[in-house]
Each structure stands twice: as C-alpha cells, then as structure tokens.
C-alpha cells in the first residue's frame, strides 16, 4: 500500500512545506491572534490566542528543543493579551454567537494552560467570579447569540446545558471550586 499512496503523500508535504507561511503575521505586537486573515482583521480573539497557546505548548512536548525561545516568549506574550482584553465585570468578549461564557472559558483555559490558577492569578479570580454572578436562579446561566451583537450578557435562557458545561469546564479547569 506504502507504494500506491508514497508518492501522493510525498506531494502532499511537498505542498504545505511550500505553502507555508514563513513570516507569521497572524500574531500581534499585543499577543493576540486574529480568527481570519491577519492582514485584513480588526480584532483578535481570545479563542483563537487561546488555541494557539495550547497547540505550542503540545508542540513544545513533542518537540522540546525546537525555538524555545520564540514559542516560550509567544506563550507569555499571549496569556498578558488574554489578561489585558478581559472586561471590568470579569468576562471576556468573544467572536462567536454566546461570547461572553464562550470567551470567559477559552480565556479560564488558555490562562491555566500557562500555569496561571485561581490561586495565582487576579484575572481568572474575576473571570470565576464573573460566572459565579451570571449563573441564573435556577442554576444555569443565559446567554443568546445576540449576545454578540448586543454586547450584552443576559440575553436569553435557551441555551443554558451548553453553557454550563463551558463555565463549569472553565472554572475547574483554573482550579475554582464553583
């Protein structure tokens, strides 16, 4: 088989080897990451700085010794980007539909995937208590895609199984007993 699919599979490096980028301008002076193109987006995420610090920090495992340096300097670059975006109320804004819980979780993740924890960290001390004072009376927490749009948290109780599995994901993940 080695010999039917060898060939294809050697192209198919080939061809991102070539294509890949070699000067990375997805990553702004101030840490974040854009979620399109990066010549041409006006924000950065904080899901998409999120991703990347845990992708590098899974490549610094299989490859320890490979920039160092450059993926060690991106890494705190990226977690000071996250703590600077974060909102005066303990959340974070996200790109996508339910942003506030959305975001809150990749910002809890990413900040504890750098070693920062509830115990450490002022940032994922208030993004914590920010979900503490958003879970609704009846235990859930609402929040709608227009949320988004609005830039308002509590917009709809619809989704609430979806987003406490974000927000308790999150805070157990920073360490925070809920």
């Known amino acids: 088989m080695t010999d039917e699919i060898g060939p294809t599979l050697k192209k198919g490096h080939q061809f991102i080897n ?3 980028v070699k000067d990375n301008r997805s990553c702004r002076k101030n840490g974040g990451l854009a979620a399109w193109e990066p010549t041409g987006a006006l924000e950065w995420t ?6 990347a610090i845990q992708d590098l920090l899974l490549f ?3 490859y320890p010794e490979h920039k160092t340096r450059e993926i060690d300097n991106f890494i ?9 975006v974060q909102m005066s109320n303990g959340s974070w804004y996200g790109s996508w539909g339910v942003c506030f819980t959305y975001a ?17 960290c002022l940032a994922i001390c208030r993004g914590v208590e920010f979900l503490l004072n958003f879970q609704t009376d009846d ?4 929040e709608s895609y227009l949320s988004l749009t609005r830039v308002q948290e509590k917009t709809s109780e619809n989704i609430r199984i979806q987003l406490g599995q974000h927000t308790c994901k999150g805070s157990l993940y920073v360490g925070s007993v809920l």
């Open 60 to 62: 610094k495992k299989l």
């Open 139 to 142: 235990g859930g927490w609402g």
């Open 76 to 84: 705190k670059t990226a977690a000071k980007y996250i703590e600077n």
């Open 18 to 20: 070539e294509s890949q």
């Open 104 to 120: 809150s979780w990749f910002a809890l993740v990413g900040l504890a995937a750098t070693g920062k924890s509830y115990y450490n």
């Open 46 to 51: 904080v899901e998409c700085t999120t991703s």
